[in-house]
C-alpha cells in the first residue's frame, strides 16, 4: 500500500497532503477557523476547540466541521452549543444584557480619560 | 537537614525584615537618625538569609531530597540537572520564594544604590520594601512552606517536573518576569515614601526613573521571552493568547509605559507629579492583582498554579493592606502638592499625558476582560467565558488612536505647538507611510489585506515620524548632541512598529493547515514542498517517544527540521515538540498531532511570514529602554 | 474638598475589585451549570450491548437517573459502590456509556457491578452532546414526564444524594 502511494506522490509532484477536515470553498475554510477559534475546550485550561487534544474538544470540533460543510451559519452552529453548554463555550461573549458593559466598557475608560485630561489641560 | 536550615534562615530573615520595618521608622518618629541609618544592615540581614534559604532549597533539588514535598512532586531522578535547577520556580511555593529573593535583592540594590539620596526619602524607601518582604516571607512560611517534608513515600523517584517546563525558555522567563513585577515596588516604595515625607522633591524624578526603567526593561524582556517561548513550546503556533497570567504581565507592562513617559513631564515640566505618584502605585498594585489572580485558584488559566483558596485569602488581605492604604495615602496626601496650572493640550507634554490616557484605558480594559466572568459568577448572573476574541476586538482599535499619536508627539514642541503646522508638515510622511505599504503588500503578496495594510501603514507611520524627528534633530542640534535617552526614545518606538509589522503580517499572511501525512509522502504547502523523511523512535534522558523527520525545500534552499512527540516517562504525558525552521523573513512550523495510522501522522503546518519581528521588536524595545536607563547625564551628582 | 473625593476614586474602585475577588475566591471555575435543567430529556435511540435499540420513551412515567459512563473513567468506579446502593435501594437508574467499546464497558460491569436498569451506548457521544455532558461521569436526574431536573457533574457520593438528589426525588414523587 504505502509504495503505491509513494508511486503515486512522485507521479503527482505537486500534490497537497490530505487536509484533515477539507472543506469546498474558502469561506467555508475561513469560517471553521474562525469558529474554532471562538469556542472553548471546556475540560483545558483556557483553550479553544482549535489548539486542544482533549477528547471532548475532538468531538465538538468534527460536529462543527459536519455543520459548517452542511452550510449552517455562525449564529446556527453557535446557537447549537450554546443551548447544550451554555454560553460559557463562547470566547467571545455574545451581545446581551449582562456583556453590555464588558463590550462598551473600552468607550467608558477611554471617555473618562479624555474628561480628566481636558480638565487638566488647556 | 538542609531543608530545616533553609526554613530556619528563612524565619531569620523575617526578623531582619521585621526590625527593616520597626527600628528605623522608630527612627523617623522620633527622629533619631542613628535607628535611621541602621536599616542598611537590616537589608543586607534580610537579603543574605533569604539567599541561603533559597540556595538550600536549590540543593535539595540538585540532591534530588524527595523527603522534601516540594521536590517530589516537581523534580525526578531522571530530571537534567539544569532543570532541577529551573524547577525550584516550577511551582507555587519555590516560584515565590524566588519573588522574595527578588525582592530582597531589589532592596538590597535601592540600599546601594541610594547613597546619594535624602536620608529621609531612603530611610523611608527601604521601610516600606521591607513591609512588603515582611508580609511575602510571612505568606511562604504560613501558606506555602516549599520545605515541608513527609517521610511515607521513600525511596522515590519524584513525580517529574511538568514536562511543559523542560525548555531552555523556563530558565529566563520567570526569573525576568518576577524581576520586572517585583522590580515595581521600588517605584512604588518611592511614592509612598513622598507621601509619607508629605512634600515631593524637586529630585524625585531623577531619583525614582532609574529603579522604573529598569523594572520596565526587566518585564519588557520577560513578556517577550514568554510570547517567544509559548510560540515554540505549545505546538500551537499563537504567540498571545489573553490568558489571564498573560494579562496579568502585560498589565503592570502598560502602567509602567504610562509611567515612564510621565515621568518625562514631570521631568520637563515640573508638573502632573501626583499622576505619576498613582502610576507608580498602580503599577505595583497590578503586579499584586497578578499574584493575586495566578494563585488563588479563581481564574482557570494554562499557567495557574497549584490552588488554594487559604493562600488567596492571604494575598487578598495583604492586598488590601497594601494598595487599600496606600491609595487611601494617596487620596489624604497628594492634594498637599503644588497646584497645577493649567498647560496647553497641543504639545509635547499634552502628546505624552494624551498616550497615558490610552495606556490606562487598556490596562482598564484588560483588567475588566479579565475580571468579568468573576463578577458575572460572583453576581450568580451565570458562567461566561472571556477570551482572545475579545480582547482582539477591543484592543486594537485602542492602540491606533495610540499609534498615530506615537509619531505626533515627538514632532509637537515643548509647551505649546500648532497642530495645524505639525500635521501639515508631517503631511508628506503621512503620505509615503500609506503609500508604501501598498506598494509592498502589492508587490510581495499581491493581494493587500485590509488588517496587514493598517498595521502596515502604522508602522510605517511610526518609523517615519521617528526617524524624521531625529533627522530634525541632527538638522538642528548635530547628531553627538542627541541625548542617550532621546536615542532609547527612538529605538524603543522604532521596535514598536517592528513588532506591528510583525504582528500585522504574519496574522493576516499566514497560513495554516491540518494534514494527514504518512512516511515517504511528499506534499505542497505556502510554496514550500514538504517531505516527511524518516521516522524513528527516541528515547531522552527522561521520556520516550518518536522523532520524525522533515524536508522543507523551495527554489534555493533545503533543509531539514525534526518533530517529536515524546511521552514523559514519569507522568505519562504527552508532548509535541515542534519542530520550526526559521529566518528572519518566515517561520515554516511543524507540530505532530496524533499518530492515525502506523507511520501516518496528523501534522499541523504554519507558514508565518515575520514572525520573528514581533519579538526582534520587544528586544528593540528592550534596547532602547536600556539606553534610556544608562543615560550618564542622570548619574552625575 | 471636592478634590478629596475625586482623589478617593480609585480607591473604591480597589474596594468593590476586592470584593468581586472575595466573592469569587467561594467560586469554583471550573463548574459548569447544566443548560439543560428544566428541559426535556433529548429523545434518542441507542444500542444496548449489541442487542436491540432501547429508546429513551422507555424511561419515562417515573422518576429516574441517568448516568453517564464508561469503562476508561476512573472516577466512574468511585460511585459504583454508591449507585449499587441506590439501586438496590429501588431507585431506577439507566447508563449511558459514552465512548467506550462494548467488550470493556461488559468488563467494567462485571467487574464493579451493574446497577442499570438498562443501558444505551453512545459511541460517538453524540447523545452526550445533546445533554450537555462535558466530563464523566454525570448524572442526571429525570422526572416521570421526562424533563431534566438536575445534573451533577463527578463521582456521585452519599453526601451529595442526600443533599442534592434525595429531596428533589421527594418532591417530583409527590407529584403526579
Same mark, same amino acid.
Given at each position: 500500500?504505502r509504495?503505491?502511494f509513494?508511486?503515486l506522490a ?13 472543506? =469546498?470553498?474558502?469561506k ?5 477557523k474562525?469558529l474554532?477559534? +471562538? /469556542? @472553548?475546550?471546556l &475540560?483545558? =485550561? ?12 475532538? +468531538? /465538538? @470540533?468534527?460536529? &462543527? ?15 447549537? /452549543?450554546?443551548?447544550?453548554y451554555g454560553?460559557?463555550?463562547l470566547?467571545?461573549p455574545?451581545?446581551?444584557g449582562?456583556?453590555?458593559? /464588558? ?10 480619560g ?7 489641560f488647556? | ?5 533553609g526554613?530556619?534562615?528563612l524565619?531569620i ?36 538569609f ?12 540538585l ?14 531522578i531522571?530530571?537534567?540537572w539544569f532543570y ?5 520556580w ?5 516560584s ?25 526619602i531612603?530611610?523611608?524607601v ?5 513591609a512588603?518582604?515582611?508580609g511575602f ?27 511543559l ?12 518576569l518576577y ?13 509612598i515614601?513622598t507621601l509619607?515625607?508629605?512634600?515631593v ?6 531619583w ?30 499563537g ?5 489571564p ?6 498589565m ?18 515640573g508638573?502632573?507629579?501626583a ?27 494554562v499557567?495557574?498554579?497549584?490552588v488554594?483558596p487559604?493562600?488567596?485569602?492571604f494575598?487578598?488581605?495583604?492586598l ?12 489624604l ?10 498647560l496647553n ?9 494624551l ?9 482598564a ?9 468573576l ?25 491606533i488612536p ?9 514632532h ?6 500648532c497642530?495645524k ?12 507611510s ?10 510581495c ?14 508602522a510605517?507611520?511610526?518609523l ?7 533627522w ?9 548632541h542627541i541625548?542617550?535617552t532621546y ?13 506591528i ?10 497560513m ?34 518518536v ?33 520550526i ?16 495510522d502506523s ?39 | 474638598?471636592?478634590?478629596l473625593?475625586?482623589?478617593?476614586a480609585?480607591?473604591?474602585i480597589?474596594l468593590?475589585?476586592?470584593l ?5 475566591l467561594?467560586l ?20 444496548s450491548?449489541g442487542?436491540?435499540?432501547?429508546s ?6 417515573h ?16 460511585e ?7 439501586a ?8 449511558l456509556?459514552y465512548?467506550?467499546?462494548?467488550d470493556?464497558?461488559?468488563e467494567?460491569?462485571s ?35 421526562g ?12 453526601v ?13 414523587e409527590?407529584?403526579?
Amino acid at each position: 500500500m504505502r509504495s503505491i502511494f509513494l508511486l503515486l506522490a512522485l507521479l503527482i509532484n505537486t500534490a497537497h497532503a490530505e487536509v484533515l477536515y477539507p472543506l =469546498q470553498t474558502a469561506k467555508q475554510e475561513a469560517q471553521f477557523k474562525h469558529l474554532l477559534a +471562538d /469556542l @472553548r475546550c471546556l &475540560v483545558c =485550561q483556557n483553550q479553544d476547540l482549535a489548539d486542544s487534544n482533549a477528547g471532548l474538544a475532538k +468531538d /465538538l @470540533r468534527a460536529e &462543527v466541521y459536519n455543520r459548517v460543510k452542511d452550510g449552517q451559519s455562525d449564529s446556527e452552529i453557535i446557537q447549537y /452549543l450554546t443551548e447544550r453548554y451554555g454560553d460559557f463555550i463562547l470566547f467571545n461573549p455574545p451581545m446581551k444584557g449582562i456583556t453590555v458593559f /464588558l463590550w462598551f466598557a473600552p468607550l467608558i475608560f477611554l471617555g473618562v480619560g479624555f474628561i480628566i485630561f481636558w480638565r487638566r489641560f488647556r | 537537614m538542609i531543608a530545616e536550615a533553609g526554613l530556619f534562615s528563612l524565619i531569620i530573615a523575617l526578623f531582619f525584615s521585621i526590625l527593616l520595618v520597626i527600628l528605623p521608622s522608630v527612627g523617623v518618629i522620633k527622629n533619631l537618625s542613628i535607628l535611621q541609618l541602621t536599616a542598611g544592615r537590616y537589608v543586607f540581614g534580610q537579603f543574605l538569609f533569604i539567599g541561603i534559604a533559597y540556595l538550600c532549597l536549590t540543593l535539595c533539588f540538585l540532591r534530588d531530597d524527595f523527603t522534601v514535598i516540594y521536590v517530589l512532586t516537581n523534580s525526578s531522578i531522571s530530571l537534567p540537572w539544569f532543570y532541577k535547577f529551573c524547577a525550584v520556580w516550577g511551582g507555587h511555593e519555590g516560584s515565590m520564594l524566588l519573588w522574595v529573593a527578588i525582592l530582597s535583592f531589589w532592596t538590597l540594590c535601592v540600599s546601594q544604590f541610594s547613597k546619594h539620596l535624602a536620608e529621609e526619602i531612603r530611610v523611608r524607601v527601604l521601610v516600606i520594601l521591607g513591609a512588603l518582604s515582611a508580609g511575602f516571607i510571612l505568606f511562604v512560611i504560613t501558606t506555602s512552606n516549599p520545605f515541608l517534608r513527609q517521610f511515607q513515600i521513600l525511596h522515590a523517584h519524584g513525580r517529574d517536573l511538568n514536562p511543559l517546563l523542560q525548555d531552555p525558555g523556563f530558565l529566563f522567563h520567570p526569573p525576568m518576569l518576577y524581576m520586572g513585577y517585583v522590580g515595581f515596588a521600588v517605584a512604588f516604595s518611592f511614592a509612598i515614601a513622598t507621601l509619607w515625607l508629605g512634600r515631593v522633591e524637586s529630585a524625585w524624578v531623577r531619583w525614582t526613573r532609574p529603579w522604573t526603567l529598569a523594572a520596565w526593561c526587566c518585564l519588557t524582556t520577560g513578556i517577550t521571552l514568554g510570547s517567544w517561548w509559548a510560540y515554540r513550546e505549545l505546538g500551537w503556533g499563537g504567540w498571545w493568547f489573553w490568558d489571564p497570567v498573560e494579562n496579568a504581565s502585560f498589565m503592570p507592562w502598560l502602567v509602567g509605559t504610562a509611567l515612564i513617559h510621565s515621568l518625562v513631564v514631570n521631568e520637563q515640566r515640573g508638573q502632573f507629579k501626583a499622576w505619576s505618584l498613582l502610576l507608580a502605585i498602580s503599577a505595583f498594585s497590578l503586579s499584586l492583582i497578578g499574584t493575586f489572580l495566578v494563585r488563588s485558584g479563581v481564574l482557570t488559566s494554562v499557567h495557574a498554579f497549584a490552588v488554594d483558596p487559604q493562600r488567596g485569602l492571604f494575598i487578598l488581605f495583604f492586598l488590601l493592606m497594601v494598595i487599600g492604604g496606600s491609595l487611601l495615602l494617596f487620596a489624604l496626601r497628594s492634594q498637599t502638592l503644588q497646584t497645577e496650572k493649567k498647560l496647553n493640550s497641543v504639545s509635547r507634554e499634552g502628546a505624552m499625558l494624551l498616550n497615558n490616557v490610552f495606556l490606562f484605558s487598556a490596562m482598564a480594559t484588560v483588567l475588566m476582560g479579565t475580571v468579568y466572568p468573576l463578577l458575572i459568577d460572583g453576581l450568580g448572573l451565570g458562567k461566561l467565558s472571556v477570551g482572545a476574541p475579545y480582547f482582539n476586538t477591543v484592543f486594537v482599535p485602542l492602540m491606533i488612536p495610540l499609534f498615530i499619536l506615537m509619531g505626533l508627539g515627538a514632532h509637537l514642541k515643548w509647551h505649546s505647538d500648532c497642530l495645524k503646522t505639525v500635521l501639515l508638515r508631517l503631511s508628506g510622511v503621512a503620505f509615503f507611510s500609506i503609500l508604501l505599504p501598498i506598494g509592498i503588500l502589492f508587490f510581495c503578496a499581491k493581494v493587500i489585506n485590509p488588517s496587514a495594510l493598517l498595521g502596515l501603514v502604522l508602522a510605517f507611520w511610526i518609523l517615519f515620524t521617528t526617524l524624521k524627528a531625529v533627522w530634525n534633530k541632527r538638522q538642528s542640534r548635530g547628531l553627538f548632541h542627541i541625548s542617550q535617552t532621546y536615542w532609547g526614545m527612538v529605538v524603543a518606538h522604532c521596535g514598536v512598529a517592528a513588532t506591528i509589522i510583525g504582528i500585522a503580517v504574519s496574522t493576516n499572511y499566514g497560513m495554516q493547515e491540518d494534514v494527514r501525512v504518512a512516511l515517504g509522502e511528499q506534499f505542497n504547502f505556502a510554496g514550500f514542498q514538504f517531505q516527511f523523511v524518516k521516522e524513528t523512535n527516541l528515547k531522552g534522558p527522561n521520556y520516550h517517544g518518536v522523532q520524525t523527520q522533515f524536508k522543507i525545500s523551495s527554489a534555493n534552499r533545503s533543509v531539514t527540521i525534526y518533530p517529536e512527540k515524546r511521552i514523559y516517562n514519569v507522568g505519562q504525558m504527552a508532548m509535541t515538540e515542534s519542530a520550526i525552521d526559521v529566518t528572519p523573513l518566515r517561520d515554516v512550523y511543524v507540530a505532530l498531532g496524533e499518530p492515525l495510522d502506523s507511520y501516518t501522522w496528523s501534522v499541523r503546518l504554519y507558514y508565518k511570514p515575520f514572525v520573528r519581528w514581533i519579538w526582534g521588536g520587544g528586544v528593540m524595545i528592550l534596547l532602547g529602554g536600556l539606553l534610556a536607563l544608562l543615560d550618564r547625564r542622570y548619574y552625575k551628582t | 474638598m471636592k478634590a478629596l473625593h475625586w482623589r478617593l476614586a480609585p480607591f473604591f474602585i480597589f474596594l468593590a475589585l476586592v470584593l468581586v475577588f472575595w466573592r469569587g475566591l467561594a467560586l469554583d471555575p471550573h463548574h459548569l451549570p447544566s443548560t439543560k435543567v428544566g428541559q426535556p430529556l433529548p429523545s434518542f435511540q441507542l444500542t444496548s450491548f449489541g442487542e436491540t435499540k432501547r429508546s429513551s420513551k422507555s424511561m419515562l412515567g417515573h422518576v429516574s437517573l441517568l448516568n453517564v459512563w464508561a469503562s476508561w473513567c476512573m472516577a466512574c468506579a468511585d460511585e459504583q459502590a454508591v449507585l449499587m446502593r441506590l439501586a438496590k435501594q429501588g431507585v431506577s437508574i439507566y447508563g449511558l456509556n459514552y465512548k467506550d467499546s462494548m467488550d470493556n464497558a461488559k468488563e467494567w460491569l462485571s467487574e464493579w457491578g451493574n446497577p442499570y436498569q438498562q443501558i444505551g451506548e453512545d459511541v460517538d457521544g453524540k447523545v452526550a452532546i445533546n445533554l450537555g455532558v462535558y466530563g464523566a461521569p454525570e448524572t442526571f436526574l429525570i422526572d416521570k414526564n421526562g424533563i431534566i431536573r438536575y445534573r451533577h457533574v463527578g463521582a456521585l457520593t452519599m453526601v451529595i444524594w442526600e443533599k442534592e438528589f434525595a429531596p428533589l426525588i421527594q418532591l417530583l414523587e409527590s407529584v403526579e
